[in-house]
């Protein structure tokens, strides 16, 4: 399989998300980064958010989305910038550009579709933005469409505050759909030979996730069906957190089979009746069945319940910390890795899905700039060329 080469003019995750995601399957991806402004600190604002891991521009958020890759610094506002960067993606045989800034720039850094389709017209191109390029200047940043597309809406106790998830998901989904788009279009270029363009709009990926509640709002739904309703299931009663002697556990009804299972359980006999025999009478006792059920797990410690559930084929799970995820034997055995420059192994999330013969463990990440002139080079910049555009400010490191 021929090893792709992706560049990608990336900042924050969404896009490095995306990126990781290619750099996963051993394919080379080469970010590219501003040249130095002397407003703030160079590059992705991303490397100095966290603590130190070994410098100050790899820091603790920056690493994991950003193994495996190479660094690159230009001054793309200049048009010796673009006129190179267009030299790279000819002579490095670049697959895929990508970015991740406002649309409205796309012209004025000449990272437009049209712009790099004209010297490389295979090139896929890929643009994550947070409306798309019908609204240009709209900055994309995961909380705030998280309020716009009405996930703090449904996130959240009923009677609490619009609340924000705990994974930045949409800049996650925006990535995936990134991942999802390029695969297609390469898979039509091996058809027809031809290039093509993604936009990416965080808003609508977003939406599109929107699938349990937005159609409701035709079916003359109840407003409780699309706000906020804290761990509970909106549909399928009982489904929630319910406290345990030492904690809390969460359990899933989703047939009338499994309540009649859960309800044979002699702890949980006497939470049932005649009318709680169908998730519809069910709906209609959902708070008394809440307090029922709390009533029995209060006595039991998780496990012990956890033991009856797996019996009666109950799904449930114990509410597990990040360090107790890690260690899940599920989790555990595909981690990925990366080292740092002292050796010490660094272990990171597994990949979506397993891929057979790739590395799980990727390069430490690249500090700024750092193979710029590396890459150059292997473009056929001769030295005293990458001496003179550095020296210019076109390029940096």
Known sequence: MKRRTVLAMEQALSLPYATLRFAQLGWRVIRIESTPSGEGLPGDPNRYIGGKVVDDDRRTYFIAPNVGKEAIAINLKDPQGQALLKRLIVDLDVDVFCCNT?????????????????????????????????????????????????????????????????????????????????????????????????????????????????????????????????????????????????????????????????????????????????????????????????????????????????????????????????????????LTTTRTPAGKTVRMQPMAVDVPGVATELSFPAKYGADTLAVLQEAGFTAAECTGLKEQGIIAG
């Open 102 to 334: 406002v649309p409205k720039r796309y012209r004025q850094l000449g990272i437009d579709y049209e712009s790099l389709s004209a010297v490389k017209p295979d090139l896929i191109w890929a643009g994550i933005s947070a409306m798309g390029p019908e609204y240009p200047d709209a900055p994309g940043y995961d909380p705030v469409i998280q309020a716009m597309a009405g996930y703090m809406e449904l996130t959240g106790p009923a009677d609490g505050p619009p609340t924000l998830a705990g994974v930045p998901l949409i800049d996650l989904k925006a990535g995936d759909e990134v991942y999802a788009g390029v695969m297609m279009a390469l898979l039509e270029r091996a058809e027809s030979g031809r290039g093509s363009r993604i936009d990416v709009s965080m808003l609508q990926a977003a939406a599109s996730w929107l699938i349990t509640t937005l159609p409701l709002l035709d079916f003359d739904c109840d407003p409780s069906e699309i706000t906020r309703c804290g761990n509970e299931h909106r549909k399928f009663i009982p489904t929630n957190v319910y406290p345990t002697a030492d904690g809390f556990i969460y359990m899933a009804i989703g047939s009338d089979v499994q309540w009649r299972r859960l309800t044979e359980i002699p702890w949980f006999a006497p939470v049932a009746n005649a009318v709680r025999v169908t998730n519809e009478g069910r709906h209609q006792e959902r708070e008394a069945i809440h307090r029922d059920m709390a009533a029995v797990t209060r006595q039991h410690s998780t496990a012990a319940i956890a033991t009856e559930f797996a019996k009666a084929t109950i799904p449930h799970a114990p509410i597990h910390d990040i360090p107790a995820v890690r260690e899940m034997a599920a989790v555990s055995s595909r």
